[in-house]
């Protein structure tokens, strides 16, 4: 009896021997499977408790614990860090085939200490596949890394959004600055267009008026007219000189009005007449005509109330006047 209590001292003092005893001892390696547990709660209870069993095998100290759902993050992540790199004293030399104090000769010892080495690699093998499967299977189900990583995905699904609208509204900008650049030269060409018909329907317009004018001129001609060379040739002969309607229609507003084929054939030869000399007579008019610049002004101001074509134009540019002006004068000065 006293060797035996002597013996079992030596163990449980001896750091190696204890460690090899307690090696040998009964010990629960089982891992949670997810259904073990129904809700959070029992989750850090079945966890705390075999973490708490398991840490036993630690080599450093001290060992962090799974805490609960008011653990900051920062203490999980090291917790799980922690037990990621576990390292274990645990021993499995109770799992040797040989023994090597009986071999014969040092040849057999050595093979038998090598037969032992591989039989020890292989349950610290399945031991450090226990140990990351234990930590794992609790970060794969631990209600705080769930909600973590939730959040992260939201975060991650939020900025992918984020990015997906950006680049949506980039290009339905690029969109509507090119169509809007499309709306904007089509309405610059279909202004240019309406400018340019415009244009067109005014030269038409214009177009027509005159070569009425000239029918109206050459109707004149064949009246008032006749048995003188002012005749339709005469027209068609003058129409490149005088080409528009602001030109034609003085001359056959004057033929309307004046009463004499002489009054007509001086007014023609004055219009005719090259711009040196009719400068000079002009001049000459000036100066000898006896007009006032109180009548001047009266006659402008008429000239200009009573635009040519208007009935009666010449006898009310006389009344405005008055002093004695006859029409042939009036015709003239203007």
Known sequence: MWLTIQKAKDTLTDPK?????????????????KGDWKNDDEFYKIWHDVFD???????????????????PASEVRAFYAFWNNFETWREWAQFDEHKPNESEDRY?????????????????????????????????????????????????????????????????????????????????????????LL??????????????????????????????TFDKFWVESIQKRFNTIEKISPIADFLENCETQEDFAEYMAQLLMPESERQKVVETS?????????????????????????AGRWNKIQEAIGNGKDIKQIQKKV
């Open 108 to 196: 057999e010892r050595r093979w038998m200490e090598n037969e032992n080495k591989k039989t020890r690699k292989t349950h610290e093998k399945k031991e450090r596949a226990r140990l990351i499967k234990l930590a794992e299977t609790c970060y794969n189900n631990d209600p705080r890394i769930k909600a973590e990583l939730a959040m992260a995905e939201a975060e991650k699904e939020a900025a992918k959004q984020l990015k997906k609208d950006f680049k949506a509204n980039q290009a339905y900008e690029r969109e509507r600055v090119q169509r809007e650049a499309a709306e904007k030269l089509a309405l610059e060409a279909q202004q240019k267009l309406e400018v340019e």
């Open 53 to 71: 069993r398991n840490k036993m095998w630690s080599i450093k100290k001290p060992v962090p614990m799974l805490g609960d759902a008011t653990t």
């Open 17 to 33: 021997k204890r460690r090899f005893y307690d090696s040998t001892l009964p010990f629960d390696d089982e891992v949670p499977e």
């Open 286 to 310: 000036e100066a000898d005509d006896g007009w006032t610049d109180e009548e001047l002004a009266m006659l402008t101001q008429a000239a200009s109330k009573y635009h040519p074509g208007s």
């Open 199 to 228: 244009a067109k329907e005014e030269i038409r317009v214009t177009g027509i008026i005159f070569r009425s004018k000239v029918k109206e001129l050459i109707e004149l001609c064949k009246i008032k007219m006749t048995g003188t």
